[in-house]
């Protein structure tokens, strides 16, 4: 059967981010350090350091690693790491962030807005700017910096093969302001020179379309399962069951089909920023 994700949420300052900041506060403390000791063995400010033991900041998994090590807790610290990471992308995205990382092959249908994966800072936080309900600033800070980390994939080893179908009138929208809008389209144009990477531009003209169901998210793994995430509202699902994957692979392959070809892609990308 097809598996749901329902997560805890773990926002900023609940959760498993006050867990590890409990524990890391207990460690600091047995070993005798102050937070501005902790900070100096770790290249952190005092008040950051602070910021994590609250909850309120999520530590990378360097410095979980450091203050392990730093402040002799034996592994408790880094086993963590995994879950405090996680704890970066709201819950209904957190299983399928865990695929995306592990994927040999990702293939992205977006009909709305520039997928994560491709979008720039000023982007990120325009979309996040305008998420419904509002999200707290310090929120918002957290998901623009968890999207750009995801982009590591673009220069991961092995390198994974990546194309994405984009409705044309994701790029028609200029979030955040037309100079937001400019930089996401250049880059967009940057990332498309990648050789592991397919952009194609489905065409608002087309008589024929197979992707009016909705956008999708197809991955691969190293280890040969064939994944499927699906998303709106809020509501996400991972499917792993072969039948639903294969119609969408199947819906992928036809719209890879109906939308221009990469260069022609690219060449309206080009006519659109030289029009405004």
């Avoid at 102050?34 to 900041?57: M, N, P, V």
């Avoid at 673009?154 to 979030?175: D, G, K, Q």
Wanted: with cysteine; net charge negative.
């Amino acid at each position: 059967m097809d598996d749901e994700v329902q997560q805890p949420e773990y926002e900023v300052g609940t959760g498993m981010l006050c867990v590890f900041g409990r524990q890391l506060k207990l460690f600091r403390e047995r070993s005798g350090m102050d937070r501005a000791k902790l900070g100096s063995l770790t290249g952190y400010s005092a008040s950051t350091i602070a910021s994590f033991e609250q909850g309120r900041r999520i530590p990378p998994p360097k410095f979980i690693d450091q203050a392990d090590e730093v402040l002799d807790a034996g592994g408790v610290l880094s086993a963590s790491k995994e879950e405090v990471a996680r704890a970066q992308y709201p819950a209904f995205f957190r299983d399928a962030a865990k695929l995306e990382a592990e994927a040999v092959e990702l293939h992205v249908y977006d009909t709305q807005l520039v997928n994560g994966l491709l979008q720039t800072e000023e982007y990120a936080r325009a979309v996040f700017a305008m998420w419904q309900p509002l999200l707290d600033q310090a929120i918002i800070e957290q998901r623009v910096a968890a999207r750009l980390a995801r982009q590591e994939i673009f220069s991961r080893r092995p390198t994974p093969h990546l194309s994405f179908v984009i409705e044309e009138a994701v790029l028609l929208r200029p979030l955040g302001g037309d100079a937001a809008w400019r930089g996401q389209l250049e880059h967009i144009m940057l990332i498309a020179e990648k050789r592991n990477v397919v952009i194609q531009v489905m065409p608002l003209s087309r008589q024929e379309h197979a992707g009016l169901a909705g956008p999708f998210t197809l991955m691969e793994t190293k280890d040969g399962r064939r994944i499927a995430y699906t998303e709106v509202q809020g509501d996400s699902r991972v499917h792993t069951e072969r039948h639903k994957v294969r119609e969408l692979e199947r819906t992928y392959g036809i719209l890879r089909a109906q939308a221009h070809t990469p260069t022609e892609s690219l060449a309206l990308i080009e006519k659109l920023l030289g029009e405004r």
